[in-house]
């Protein structure tokens, strides 16, 4: 859902403006960290977790947020500042993960995510200014819109380019990598018998990691090709992905082996069930 809404909130951020798509953002991801926790069966906690939260963070994803503060840089600051911009999604995993661990195990997963929703309703004054700040200076958002191009003519421009397709596939490889780390990586510790404190401080590491790698993607582009930077940074993730699941985990060598790894995952999953 979070892949699939992109596009529809990029057509809306053309034709109203990406604070405007900001705001339903924050709108939307506030619901749902304060409804979820109250669902009380599969329907409610899929409409919002499944689709208000992924809706929500779509409103909030990168493309939206760099059109909402590039008309504040200048060219040469672009490539710099989307690298600090990108960056920032590792403090959550970096600053937030351990404490969000800690607050769950002693307040529980309604307080943990009602005080989640806290720094997103923060983010509403900050988006109205740029909003008006934009409109005064008379910020052109929505140019394709005025230019009367219809969405048909812009997919069949894109994908005519062979560029465009390259970079799609590229991206969609990186949501796809990064989809499975933020997920997964955290619960599939879990069922190998890993603690939770170790299992938050590695995802600590993964967010520091990643605030240090945008920042210097970001510089590289400044200064080579960004097609090389982003053809090695891909290339690194490859030999680090096959590395990481040539390795054994250690953790097994000393547990009690289950039959299957589905199975540990079934218990897993039934035990978070009953709590």
């Given at each position: 859902m979070?892949g699939l ?6 057509i809306?951020a ?6 405007f798509v900001?705001?339903l ?10 409804l979820?926790?109250l ?7 899929l409409?919002?977790?499944g689709l208000?939260?992924?809706?929500g963070?779509t ?12 008309p ?15 960056a ?9 993960s ?6 769950s195990d002693?307040f529980?997963i309604?307080a943990?995510?009602?005080a989640t929703?806290?720094p997103?309703?923060i983010m ?10 934009n ?9 394709i ?7 048909a ?5 894109a ?6 397709r390259?970079i799609?596939i ?7 990598n990064m989809s499975i780390?933020?997920s997964?990586l955290f619960s599939?510790y879990i ?6 404190s ?6 600590t ?9 945008a920042v210097l ?18 290339a690194m993730?490859?030999?680090?992905s096959?590395?990481?699941l040539?390795?054994p ?15 540990a995952e079934t218990?897993?999953?039934r ?5």
């Open positions: 979070y809404a992109q596009p529809f909130l990029g809306l053309l034709k109203k403006s990406n604070a900001i705001l953002g924050i709108g939307l991801t506030v619901a749902g960290l304060i979820t926790p669902c009380r069966n599969r329907l409610s906690m409409l919002l977790f208000v939260l992924p809706l963070t409103g909030l994803c990168f493309g939206i947020v760099m059109g909402a503060v590039t504040f840089l200048g060219e040469k600051q672009a490539a710099i500042v989307s690298g600090v911009v990108q920032s999604a590792g403090i959550g995993d970096a600053l937030m351990p404490a969000l661990q800690r607050m002693s529980g309604r943990t995510m009602s929703a806290i997103f309703i509403v004054p900050v988006m109205i200014w740029i909003g008006m700040t409109k005064k200076n008379k910020v052109v958002t929505n140019q819109a005025d230019e009367n191009i219809s969405l003519a812009m997919l069949r421009e994908f005519a380019d062979r560029n465009y390259r799609l590229g991206f969609g490889t990186c949501g796809f780390i933020e997964h599939q069922s190998y018998g890993i603690e939770k170790v299992a938050s401080l590695t995802l590491v993964y967010g520091m990691a990643t605030m240090m790698g993607s970001g510089y590289l582009g400044t200064r080579f090709s960004m097609k090389n930077v982003l053809g090695t940074l891909y993730r490859v030999i680090i096959l590395g990481f040539s390795f985990n250690p953790q097994l060598l000393h547990l009690p082996q289950p039959d299957c790894l589905v199975c218990q897993l999953f035990r978070l069930q009953a709590l």
